[in-house]
RNA sequence: GCCCGAAUGGCGAAACAGGUAGACGCAAGGGACUUAAAAUCCCUCACCUUCACAGGUAUCCCGGUUCGAUUCCGGGUUCGGGCACCA
């Protein structure tokens, strides 16, 4: 072998093999089957540094599992729809079809020069109909099956570039590219019911045991079950005045509560302004009319509403409380949300913070119904998955403590200060009649008793979850297969005519989809009377491709159905990988989808898509600039930045730059560094075996040029310790019997790192740690410096356990180490080595003796010596005895195995 | 605003079930080799006290549980992810 390591020769080598014998064919055989997914790309133009994190994880965990046997599948494609598409057609004038394409042949020779293992006769790209066809077959089995509809819901809708906007298009409430202030419109758009599967979808996270806890608890507060209370209050006499009939249905105001014992505290309720009783109120009442139109001012994003100022109106309208018979106002506020509940919820002032913060604002009264003093019973516990979030408006805080002790006693109940804020624990009842001295849940239950009784209210389970909206106003997604015609109304489209082909060659301007502008696109006849009709020209959300395309690589060529029995085959995918931004949605999407595929009778395996989740943390880098004209930053790419003692200087010109903070690589702060020109400098395996050791997968990672020094210098290492190793010719076998205790010592150190590694890689998905042992190996070899026949055998089994080890994070260097060291066959396809539990005995144990918890000093014990025999050497030990001497020892603690430790 | 995380030397990190804090690497300093440089190899490297042996302090902050807390509990600070039309 060549003495000095050459990562391009070696590299072209390995890759040019793989691809000779077409090594990531995945086949559906007799083996275990393991999926292992990585997201899918968009194709935004280049490969970033998350995406080269991101496979290189899917890609050692695939290798690894194909050295343990297991039938692997390890595909790839491009989720090709989207607005960055849009946006360059808009910039550059080149249709998002043709940047698509060519976007996309770019980063797939990207990929192969990291050297993953993609089985590309699987590659699928979701903006081709023989993709898309297939959501839309599904999207009108599921019409069909009533859980597809159409409603009015509300956009950003920028009025001079007369568009709907992304969220992320909307900036400080002005349109990106006009500038105006943006306005809430409705528009008709489709609908998928995934509120019918909120309790398939909270249950099954339990299933979910080898997801991040983080992740389902996350899915678990977003779908957010609650159990509550829906009440009526009946409009009170007088206020009905002028109101048709249609605002306000039965002539009850419903609100929904997940805290009934606090209902005798109502003061008031607020309902959304858009809530049919605040437009009706708007009709007669100019300040009202003014609070709703004001709140059209706005985007749609939760986040901006709910951090926006604390604003209301009273309608002018009173409704009568169901169980004290008291007349309560309504109000308008513009944190209630329309889409939750019933867009109206009673307020209570003396125990939700929200109410609270508003009834102090309007001088509203605030009635303290809750008492602090605790009750027998004591307050349930947050009960994490079981229960999780405050869902309701009205939920604010549910106790996780029990409530600090008023200064009354006994039964007699002292009033909660809520001088400072709400007092929104649990608690018991007072001011509230035949309820007083219930604890939360005794009131809740009799308070639903009473108001069931009277029809006046009914217990509800409630979901914070919301139907998903799928309709987009653009061009570059999915057409939703559906005619409107004058006579039948909206017509799916009949299966014999899908695909509903999207036109390529359309370029959008910025205003409004160029599909509503293509007669040749939306002119059409009725499928089901044949008259002249208009085609939806709206597209699915991308989420609606990203949902079922880990089920399509099993069968990509398929074209008669949208999957067949390879796809039951292969699901569950294994292992998933990507990064935490997709914690909610994505996933939830995902899941939904995987149900809804099993519910219409597709061949998919089981009530989940993915078995084991990694979200794997972003990739940040130092940001560097200088100051430009007119105050803007020209931001430095930290490629062209030397860091030296005094600070940070730019290449070109040695002239120092100031130095930004970390953060995630992006284009708008120039920080994102090519690891094409990484690899050609470095090599794939240093950039590899860079991003695995640097940082624990889902840590965020952050780059560091002299750490890719580092990895390349590491596999230099070990190249040159094999070559020196086979220069020398072919090792003899190795004698296990006759090995000296420095033989032994360097024959447990490789099994140790076996053992090791394949727990880290395999189990604990922890790459840092396993490369860390890996070095440990590497260091041991260097300094053994025995040369003896049998020195050589040993040295032959540390290198080749180090290389099959290696082989799924560096797998260049291993394929050419593997043959090297003669080894018959590639290391791809090499079994993965076994560690020897006899290697592993040790017949010495250390144990670390500590006086008080505090290190003292540590002593050498054979393995299976007594506590007595270890707490007697520890007592004799010089350094111990000399924090013992005068003292009584109280308590004596052995860890066996590993600690002693003396109370006195 | 709401939900979910994270915080450990000069830096990236490790400590997996509550048991030696800092493995492994980067940077830095010293040395060897070399005419020289690069490359490579060896040594030092949390802070304070000490010639040394050794001792003290230290895992974002404040408290608690425990023989013992980076790890568990309560309260905070800062940073990051998500919030339904970015993907």
Not at 5 to 26: I, M, N, T
Not at 720 to 745: F, I, N, Y
Not at 769 to 775: D, K, L, Q, V
Request: hydrophobic share 40%; charged share 20%.
């Amino acid at each position: 072998m060549n003495e000095q390591y050459s990562p391009a020769e070696v590299e072209r080598s390995a890759q040019a093999f793989w691809q000779q014998h077409d090594s990531y064919r995945a086949r559906e055989d007799g083996r275990d089957k393991f999926y292992c997914l990585s997201m899918f790309p968009y194709p935004s133009g280049r490969l970033h540094m998350g995406h080269v994190r991101n496979y290189t994880i899917s890609d050692v965990i695939a290798r690894y599992q194909r050295m343990r046997g297991k039938n692997v599948l390890h595909p790839m494609g491009f989720d090709a729809f989207g607005l960055p598409a849009e946006n360059a057609a808009i910039k550059s004038g080149v249709a998002p079809a043709e940047w698509t394409y060519s976007n996309m042949s770019y980063m797939k020779r990207q990929l192969d020069a990291l050297g993953f293992g993609f089985d590309w006769s699987r590659e699928l790209a979701t903006c081709r109909p023989e993709y898309y066809r297939w959501e839309q077959w599904l999207f009108v089995q599921l019409l069909k099956k009533g859980l597809v509809y159409r409603k009015n819901s509300v956009v950003n809708w920028d009025p001079v570039d007369h568009t709907v906007l992304a969220n992320e298009q909307v900036i400080d409430g002005r349109g990106w590219r006009s500038g105006a202030l943006v306005e809430q419109r409705e528009i008709p758009q489709w609908f998928l019911k995934i509120t019918d599967y909120a309790d398939q979808l909270h249950d099954d996270l339990a299933t979910l045991t080898e997801w991040p806890e983080a992740v389902r608890t996350m899915q678990a507060n977003w779908i957010g079950r609650s159990e509550g209370v829906e009440i009526d209050f009946a409009l009170a006499d007088g206020s009905g005045e002028k109101l048709t009939p249609a605002a306000l249905p039965g002539g009850k105001l419903t609100v929904y509560t997940t805290r009934p014992d606090t209902v005798f505290g109502v003061s008031f309720i607020s309902v959304a302004a858009q809530h049919p009783l605040a437009l009706a109120a708007a009709q007669r009442d100019t300040q009202v009319a003014a609070f709703v139109e004001e709140a059209k001012q706005s985007g749609v994003a939760e986040a901006a509403l709910a951090t926006q100022e604390k604003k209301g109106v009273a309608l002018g309208i009173d409704v009568i409380h169901p169980l004290t018979g008291e007349r309560v106002p309504v109000w308008a506020a513009n944190f209630v949300l329309m889409g939750y509940g019933t867009g109206a919820v009673m307020a209570v002032p003396a125990h939700d913070q929200r109410d609270w913060e508003f009834a102090s604002a309007y001088g509203l009264p605030k009635k303290i119904v809750v008492s602090a003093t605790p009750s027998l019973t004591p307050p349930r516990k947050g009960e994490g998955l079981q229960d999780a979030g405050a869902a309701g408006l009205q939920d604010a805080g549910a106790a996780s403590s029990p409530p600090p002790c008023g200064e009354g006693s006994g039964e007699g109940a002292a009033p909660s200060d809520i001088s400072q804020a709400a007092f929104t624990e649990h608690g018991t009842l007072i001011n509230s009649g035949v309820f007083n001295d219930l604890a939360f849940e005794a009131a809740f239950n009799a308070i639903a008793d009473a108001l069931e009784q009277k029809s006046a209210g009914r217990r509800r389970k409630n979901f914070r979850l919301r139907d998903w909206g799928v309709s987009r106003q653009r061009y570059w997604g999915c057409p939703i297969p559906v005619v409107y015609c004058k006579s039948c109304g909206a017509v799916p489209v009949p299966e014999d005519q899908l695909p509903v082909v999207l036109p390529e060659h359309l370029k959008p301007d910025g205003a409004a989809s160029p599909l509503t502008k293509e007669a040749s696109f939306y002119e059409c006849a009725c499928p089901s009377c044949g008259e002249p009709a208009r085609r939806e020209t709206d597209t699915f959300d991308t989420f609606f491709e990203s949902s079922w395309y880990y089920a399509r690589f099993a069968c990509p060529d398929l074209d008669t159905a949208m999957l067949d029995e390879r796809a039951r085959y292969w699901s569950p995918v294994d292992q998933y990988v990507g990064g935490i931004e997709h914690a909610v949605l994505h996933l939830l999407y995902a899941r939904f989808f995987h149900k809804l595929m099993r519910d219409v009778g597709l061949p998919v395996a089981g009530d989940e898509p993915f078995k084991r989740l990694l979200c794997q943390g972003m990739v940040v880098a130092g940001t560097y600039f200088r100051d430009g004209q007119n105050g803007k930053k020209d931001w430095i790419n930290p490629a062209d930045v030397e860091l030296t003692a005094e600070g940070a200087v730019l290449r070109a010109d040695g002239q120092p730059v100031q130095v930004g903070g970390r953060e995630k690589m992006s284009k708008s702060k120039n920080n994102g560094v090519d690891p094409e020109i990484i690899i050609r400098s470095h090599g794939a395996d240093a950039v590899r075996l860079f991003m695995m050791f640097t940082a624990p997968p889902d840590q965020s990672l952050e780059w560091n040029e002299a750490g890719i020094d580092g990895a390349a210098r590491f596999l230099k290492r070990l190249w040159r310790m094999v070559s020196e190793h086979t220069a020398q010719g072919a090792a003899p076998a190795l004698q296990v019997q006759s090995l000296s205790a420095t033989q032994k010592d360097l024959r447990r150190k490789t099994h140790q790192t076996i053992a090791k590694f394949g727990d880290d890689v395999g189990r604990r998905l922890q790459f840092n740690t396993a490369i860390a042992a890996a070095m440990e190996l590497v260091n041991a070899l260097q300094k053994f410096d025995g040369s003896t026949e049998q020195d050589r055998a040993l040295r032959q089994e540390a290198l080749s356990a180090l290389v099959a080890c290696l082989a799924p994070i560096t797998p260049h260097i291993a394929h050419s180490l593997w043959t090297a060291l003669g080894h018959a066959g590639a290391v791809i396809d090499a079994t993965w080595p076994e560690a020897d539990a006899a290697a592993l005995a040790s017949d010495a144990v250390k144990f670390v003796v500590q006086v008080n918890g505090k290190l003292r000093s540590s002593i050498e014990m054979p393995v299976g010596s007594s506590n007595e025999a270890v707490l007697a050497a520890a007592k004799a030990d010089e350094n111990v005895a000399k924090f013992l001497v005068g003292l009584a020892i109280k308590k004596e603690i052995v860890v066996p195995g590993k600690l002693v430790n003396f109370v006195v």
